[in-house]
């Protein structure tokens, strides 16, 4: 598969598709993934002890029956483990440290590897938690921030693991971005079943980090509610456990979807209520009351500015034109999954696939955000 059928990149980190493996304390290895994330686009394994501290942690935890990676030599477990995986997508390894020093070391070993450091600020195991390491860090946003500033300094991509609905979301994820990490991976995490998918349109609304959406992916359709709040990308973990072949399932169908429309993650509509800021690509011309007054605010815009904007971007592109349909131009036009008669036969008229309209309105979206008067991360 070519990368530039999804177009994703953080740094020097390209990624083939937008489904990646989780990790999980224990299970998730070198060998875990070679053998159930081999068509993943990203394998995030770990979570990997770095020091005496975390390593004894570990083994209460092991003597209460829970899975770990557990050695006597950390840093050369590591490295070991970043020659073995062998995947067709990139690779993250998720690291725990009760000390920053040991986490600058394996930034320079995964760095050079060409691969990913995650930091593991969701742990929420209390014999972690009592030693300074997972959750705690959620909890102690200045030392987050101090650690994932040095952390860059390395020069390594950085990804952030954390639980939604612990402390204040929306200051977490500012501090996160702010501190200057690359990747936000959110566990969606709520009291009882299933994922909070409000929580990953809340931190899309807030930020421009790359967002990884976790927790209870177990098929294609919850990965489409994640991807339609504004995840980049989502994770599997236990999932893969229950199906080895899920993974390689979820490939296959956003590949398929994503060459069908051309935009794989496109927002819901604002106006039901849940679609994320990038939907205002897709609202009607601000004449009545309705949610994009509101969406439009949240970014600066007024009314009058907010159609401005969309038609500075439509000049010279397909979007321009439909003088049959509602407002007199595709820009004011709907997501291509809602049926619309009006919309579709200027489409046909241009000869504008569905794909090529929905990468039109994808560039859009980033267009309104990049000129917003009130950036996703200040308001």
Not at 97 to 121: N, R, V
Not at 147 to 174: P, Y
Request: glycine share 8%; with cysteine; net charge negative.
């Amino acid at each position: 598969m070519s990368d530039e059928l999804f177009d994703l990149q953080v740094g020097y980190v390209k990624f083939s598709n937008p489904i990646a493996l989780a990790p999980m304390a224990g299970i998730t290895n070198s060998e875990f993934a070679n053998t159930h994330a081999k068509n993943a686009g990203l394998a995030v394994i770990g979570g990997y002890n770095l020091d005496s501290e975390t390593n004894a942690a570990a083994s209460k935890l092991v003597e209460k029956g829970r899975d770990e990676f557990i050695t006597d030599s950390p840093l050369e477990f590591l490295e070991n483990e970043v020659k073995a995986v062998n995947i067709n997508g990139a690779v993250a390894f998720n690291v725990r440290s009760t000390t920053l020093e040991p986490l600058l070391k394996a930034a320079e070993i995964i760095k050079d590897a060409g691969y990913i450091l995650e930091l593991d600020a969701h742990c929420r195991q209390e014999e972690m938690v009592s030693i300074g390491v997972g959750e705690a860090l959620m909890k102690d946003m200045p030392r987050l921030a101090d650690w994932i500033s040095k952390i860059k300094e390395t020069g390594v991509v950085l990804s952030v693991k954390v639980r939604a609905n612990v402390v204040d979301d929306i200051a977490l994820v500012r501090a996160v971005e702010n501190a200057g990490a690359d990747i936000l991976h959110l566990d969606a995490m709520k009291e009882g079943a299933g994922a909070d998918l409000s929580a990953i349109l809340r931190v899309r609304d807030s930020s421009r980090l790359f967002l990884i959406g976790n927790n209870s992916i177990l098929d294609f359709y919850d990965a489409k509610e994640m991807f339609s709040r504004g995840a980049d990308m989502v994770s599997v973990s236990r999932g893969a456990l229950q199906d080895p072949h899920l993974i390689d399932d979820l490939v296959e169908e956003i590949t398929l979807l994503q060459e069908q429309i051309g935009w794989y993650n496109s927002p819901k509509h604002v106006c039901r209520g849940e679609g994320d800021l990038r939907g205002l690509a897709f609202c009607c011309l601000p004449v009545k009351p309705c949610a994009v007054h509101n969406k439009a605010g949240q970014l600066g815009y007024s009314p009058k500015e907010f159609a401005n904007i969309k038609m500075e971007f439509a000049k010279g592109t397909p979007l321009e034109f439909g003088d049959s349909t509602c407002f007199g131009s595709l820009v004011w036009c709907c997501k291509i999954s809602k049926p619309c008669y009006l919309r579709d036969g200027v489409l046909d008229l241009l000869d504008l696939s569905a794909s090529d309209y929905m990468k039109l309105k994808k560039d859009l979206a980033t267009y309104i955000l990049d000129n917003a008067k009130k950036p996703v991360n200040e308001f």
